[in-house]
C-alpha cells in the first residue's frame, strides 16, 4: 500500500493481435462488452481512463491510465483482463509503474498540480505520456542550482495554461525516473512548450523523453471499435 495520500499510478499500452481484427463482429462484441464491464467495475474501486492511439501510433492500439493507493489493485485488474476473450489477444509493448508523492521544489515554486498527491484528470481530449530520466550529474548539482532551473521551468509552463501536467515518480520501482502525463485540448500549444523547455537550462541534464505517445480520450468501447 502506498504511503498515506500516495497512489501508485499505472499507464499500459495495448496492442491487439491481427486475429482479432479476423473474427466475427459477434465474438468481438462480446469480448469488447467483457473488457468495457471489467473496466467499469473497477472504476468504483480506483482511476481507470481509457484512450485510443489508432492511427497515431503503429506499436499500440489503446491505453489505461490507471491509478490507486494499492498497487495489488493494478494486479487484479490485469488478472481480470487476462482470462477474458479479449486478452489472448493482447499484448502490452509499453507499460509504465510510478507513484504520486510531493514535488522536492514545491517549497520555493509552489505551481498547481505539483502538490497534489492524487490524480484528477481535468478530462482533456488529449494525453501525452512519456518516460523521463535525468542524467546524473543533475544529482550532483547543489539544491539551490536545480530550484533555480525547475523554477525557470516551471515559469515556462505557466505561460501554457491549456497543458495540465500529472507528473509522477519510479525511482526503483520501474526503469525510468519519472513518468511525465500532460493533458491539453490543444496539441499546438503542446508543441509550442516542448520547443520552449528544449531551450531551457535544465533540458541539458535529460538523458531519457522518449518513447512519447500522444493519446486521444475514448471509452473503451469506441477505443476497441477503432482497432477493428
Known amino acids: 500500500m502506498a504511503r498515506e495520500g500516495w497512489q501508485f499510478v499505472k499507464y499500459s499500452f495495448f496492442k491487439l493481435a491481427p486475429k482479432w481484427k479476423r473474427l466475427a463482429s459477434s465474438e468481438k462484441d462480446v469480448g469488447k462488452k467483457e473488457l468495457a464491464a471489467i473496466l467499469d467495475e473497477f472504476s468504483d474501486k480506483m482511476l481507470v481512463r481509457s484512450y485510443s492511439l489508432t492511427g497515431i501510433r503503429g506499436d499500440t492500439d489503446f491505453a489505461l ?133 528544449r531551450e531551457t537550462k535544465a533540458s541539458m541534464y535529460t538523458v531519457q523523453d522518449t518513447p512519447s505517445f500522444t493519446c486521444v480520450s475514448m471509452d473503451i468501447g469506441q477505443a476497441l471499435n477503432m482497432v477493428g
Open 65 to 197: 491510465w490507471l491509478a490507486t493507493p494499492e498497487v495489488d489493485m493494478l494486479q487484479q485488474l490485469a488478472a481480470r483482463i487476462n482470462v477474458t476473450k479479449i486478452g489472448s489477444f493482447l499484448t502490452i509493448p509499453y507499460s509504465y509503474l510510478a507513484m504520486t508523492r510531493r514535488s522536492m521544489y514545491i517549497d520555493s515554486h509552489s505551481h498547481e498540480g505539483q502538490e497534489r498527491l492524487s490524480v484528477r484528470p481535468v478530462g482533456s481530449k488529449y494525453l501525452i505520456v512519456y518516460p523521463f530520466v535525468k542524467s546524473r550529474p543533475w544529482y550532483e548539482l547543489p539544491k539551490e542550482k536545480r530550484q533555480e532551473m525547475m523554477n525557470e521551468h516551471i515559469g515556462i509552463g505557466h505561460k501554457f495554461p491549456g497543458v495540465k501536467i500529472n507528473t509522477s515518480y519510479s525511482y526503483g520501482l520501474d526503469d525510468q525516473e519519472f513518468v511525465l502525463a500532460f493533458e491539453t485540448n490543444d496539441l499546438a500549444e503542446f508543441l509550442d512548450l516542448v520547443m520552449v523547455l
